[in-house]
């Protein structure tokens, strides 16, 4: 069983540009989270896909989108990147109607904007 | 406003002993709460949850307590070993909210010594 990977590993973007991160979900998962870690925090939830539409959205401005595809996989797009923006981004899988909500994720996307 | 905390930004423990980690949250709409553990470079994997409608719940080396009335949990790892040298994340969420986002302490750096 495959887990669930992000790409690119890492990544050095200017501020102003715009930056496309991607995640496989783990098999038989078809809700997919994404989160952003600042350094010294803990992850802050930014969206939620289930069955290709959003779900829940966290405390992020417009400029975060998200897409789920019908292979449960999804894309994080940020726009107009800010100095600020600088984090790891993780996704997490999670099975259907699972009822103990566990979450299940990926070794994140490093981003940094300069 | 910061609804999970973990107080003790770092705890060292001799190999073989107990580690205690704390977590206190302050919303009493979570009724789910999980730990997990992150090694460097890697993403949050999955340690052990607890249901609000339970004050323990065990797995092995791993063992969760519950205290609603306080809105405290704790993570005991007994005995603890070298390999459990992680930051541990303390998260909860709440049931009936649709999209079970999984809010997150700071973290808790933990080192087993040898």
Known sequence: ?114 | DQQVKQNSPSLSVQEGRISILNCDYTNSMFDYFLWYKKYPAEGPTFLISISSIKDKNEDGRFTVFLNKSAKHLSLHIVPSQPGDSAVYFCAASRSGAGSYQLTFGKGTKLSVIP
Not at chain 1, 25 to 34: A, D, E, I, L, R
């Open chain 1, 1 to 114: 069983e495959t887990g669930v990977t992000q790409s690119p590993t890492h990544l050095i973007k200017t501020r102003g540009q715009q930056v496309t991160l991607r995640c496989s979900s783990q098999s038989g998962h078809n809700t997919v989270s994404w989160y952003q870690q600042a350094l010294g925090q803990g992850p802050q939830f930014i969206f939620q896909y289930y069955r290709e539409e959003e779900n829940g959205r966290g405390n992020f401005p417009p400029r975060f989108s998200g897409l789920q595809f019908p292979n449960y996989s999804s894309e994080l797009n940020v726009n107009a990147l800010e100095l600020d923006d600088s984090a790891l981004y993780l996704c997490a899988s999670s099975p259907p109607a699972s009822p103990t909500d566990t979450q299940y994720f990926g070794p994140g996307t490093r981003l940094t904007v300069l």
